[in-house]
């Protein structure tokens, strides 16, 4: 990527962080009375795993069928490329670029702040543009307008001091799988509504007339079925799918683990069971908040005999875009020139930690502009990304880098 960057006139940089380097560059030739673009990626990815579900190697790139196959080809270093591919198509920048590519996204970017806090002269900027978000069809473009945040915890529950046979002792000790059962369903009620005290005081209450714009976005129960091979579309009964989607905040069970699991059988009460926990937030929530709240919560409800012990895993914060901003309106205008449709803005259910910490310590706006599509399986097995979306991606990233020539 550096050398990259450095063949396309960019002075570029490995520099340090407490965990994974960032990739900084800098190209700033246009002058000062231009305005100066952020382009945030990330080169980092989820696991492979389960390999044996994969066609192709995951690490070694494939093209079948019109798309280009391989972990990181749609998030995020396909999409980021795109932003690489359209500065090479343009013989002088109209803009002022500089580049910011981490590698601990996936893991809640937990040393991005600080580089960030410790570099604020180096990456001022006047917007920020990052595509690790998607498109609803290869013809119908969107611009997320909201990131929801994420609280992501670990809890362990122990009962014992070693696996013990449940012939001899079962019904005289507490199981702690069973014990972390019974903790679960007391996370939410049958109307999926989240049971720690306090969890929805501070999320943001919507206007009816942004609920309307939002129900109009097309995704509602049969794209969440066919996306998702689910039977039934469950959650808040009081708001449609569209909200649930981005404008509410959740609680899922990631994992759980705990006892035998192998082939055949093994009779043992387990010493101890574990479980992950994601909780995506919403405007007005912070991570804080609901890490203190899950914390005490979970903390009550833990029994007598059982040593609970909990720990923080990652955290985001949830962000809200000034869509009124001349940024906005020339990504706008780029995707429209090049899709043939006005986009469509929506909410995004997922995280992308960048941008409340740009916000927050830079007060830095950031457009997300992406072109991944919803079937790409990010985070699966035979990750892929289309090439006609790369090729609009690159496309769409010359027409906003020309526009703003003038944007100040």
Same mark, same amino acid.
């Given at each position: 990527m550096?050398?990259? +960057?450095?063949?396309?006139?960019?002075?570029?940089?490995?520099l340090?962080?407490?965990?994974? @380097?960032?990739?900084?560059?800098e190209?700033l030739?246009?002058?000062?009375?231009?305005?100066t673009?952020?382009i945030?990626? !990330?080169?980092?990815?989820?696991?492979p795993?389960p390999?044996?579900?994969?066609t192709s190697d995951p690490f070694? @790139?494939?093209?079948?069928s019109? %798309?280009?196959?391989?972990r990181?080809?749609a998030?995020?270093k396909?999409?980021?490329y795109?932003?690489i591919?359209?500065i #090479?198509?343009?013989?002088? +920048?109209?803009?002022n670029?500089k580049f910011?590519?981490?590698?601990e996204?996936?893991?809640g970017?937990k040393n991005?702040?600080e580089f960030i806090?410790?570099n604020?002269s180096?990456?001022?900027a006047?917007?920020?543009v990052?595509?690790d978000?998607?498109?609803?069809?290869?013809t119908? @473009?969107?611009i997320?307008?909201g +990131?929801?945040?994420?609280?992501?915890?670990q809890?362990?529950?122990k009962?014992?001091g070693?696996?013990? !046979?449940?012939g001899t002792y079962?019904?005289n000790?507490?199981?702690?799988? %069973?014990?972390?059962?019974?903790?679960?369903t007391?996370?939410k009620?049958?109307? !999926?509504h989240?049971?720690i005290?306090?969890?929805?005081?501070?999320v943001r209450k919507?206007?009816?007339?942004?609920?309307t714009?939002?129900e109009?976005f097309?995704f509602?129960? #049969?794209q969440v079925?066919?996306?998702t091979a689910?039977?039934?579309?469950a959650g808040?009964?009081?708001f /449609?799918?569209q909200v649930?989607?981005?404008?509410?905040p959740?609680l899922?069970v990631?994992?759980?683990?705990?006892?035998y699991?192998?082939?055949?059988p093994?009779?043992?009460?387990?010493a101890?069971?574990g479980?992950?926990?994601?909780?995506r937030?919403?405007?007005?929530?912070?991570?804080?908040?609901?890490f203190?709240?899950?914390?005490?919560?979970?903390?009550k409800?833990t029994p007598?005999?059982a040593?609970?012990?909990?720990?923080r +895993?990652?955290?985001?914060e /949830?962000?809200?875009?000034?869509?009124s901003?001349?940024?906005f309106?020339?990504a706008?205008k780029a995707?429209?020139?090049v899709?043939g449709?006005?986009?469509?803005?929506a909410?995004?259910g997922g995280?992308i @930690?960048?941008?409340a910490?740009l916000? %927050?310590?830079l007060n830095?706006d950031?457009?997300l502009m992406?072109?991944?599509l919803?079937?790409?399986?990010?985070h699966?097995?035979?990750?892929k990304?289309?090439?006609?979306?790369f090729?609009?991606?690159?496309?769409?990233?010359?027409e906003?880098?020309?526009?703003?020539?003038?944007?100040?």
């Amino acid at each position: 990527m550096q050398k990259k +960057l450095k063949s396309l006139d960019f002075e570029a940089k490995i520099l340090p962080t407490a965990g994974h @380097p960032v990739v900084y560059a800098e190209n700033l030739e246009a002058g000062k009375n231009k305005p100066t673009i952020l382009i945030y990626g !990330h080169y980092d990815v989820q696991s492979p795993d389960p390999l044996d579900e994969w066609t192709s190697d995951p690490f070694k @790139p494939e093209i079948r069928s019109g %798309n280009i196959y391989g972990r990181g080809t749609a998030d995020d270093k396909g999409q980021l490329y795109t932003w690489i591919a359209a500065i #090479k198509e343009i013989d002088k +920048l109209p803009v002022n670029i500089k580049f910011l590519i981490e590698g601990e996204e996936e893991i809640g970017s937990k040393n991005l702040d600080e580089f960030i806090e410790q570099n604020k002269s180096l990456l001022e900027a006047d917007i920020c543009v990052i595509s690790d978000s998607h498109c609803l069809t290869e013809t119908q @473009p969107v611009i997320v307008y909201g +990131l929801r945040g994420l609280a992501y915890a670990q809890i362990k529950i122990k009962t014992l001091g070693r696996d013990v !046979h449940s012939g001899t002792y079962g019904g005289n000790v507490l199981n702690p799988a %069973n014990v972390l059962a019974q903790i679960i369903t007391r996370f939410k009620d049958g109307n !999926h509504h989240v049971l720690i005290p306090g969890f929805y005081d501070n999320v943001r209450k919507l206007s009816t007339k942004e609920i309307t714009d939002l129900e109009k976005f097309p995704f509602g129960e #049969k794209q969440v079925l066919v996306e998702t091979a689910a039977e039934t579309v469950a959650g808040e009964k009081a708001f /449609p799918v569209q909200v649930r989607a981005g404008a509410r905040p959740t609680l899922d069970v990631n994992g759980i683990w705990g006892g035998y699991a192998g082939e055949g059988p093994k009779t043992i009460i387990p010493a101890e069971a574990g479980a992950k926990i994601s909780m995506r937030l919403v405007p007005n929530q912070t991570s804080e908040e609901i890490f203190t709240k899950f914390e005490k919560y979970i903390k009550k409800i833990t029994p007598k005999g059982a040593e609970l012990v909990t720990e923080r +895993l990652s955290e985001g914060e /949830p962000i809200l875009m000034d869509t009124s901003s001349i940024y906005f309106k020339a990504a706008e205008k780029a995707y429209k020139k090049v899709f043939g449709k006005k986009p469509i803005y929506a909410l995004e259910g997922g995280s992308i @930690p960048v941008t409340a910490t740009l916000k %927050n310590i830079l007060n830095l706006d950031s457009v997300l502009m992406g072109y991944e599509l919803p079937d790409d399986g990010l985070h699966s097995p035979n990750e892929k990304f289309s090439l006609s979306m790369f090729k609009k991606g690159i496309a769409t990233n010359i027409e906003f880098l020309k526009s703003l020539d003038k944007a100040r």
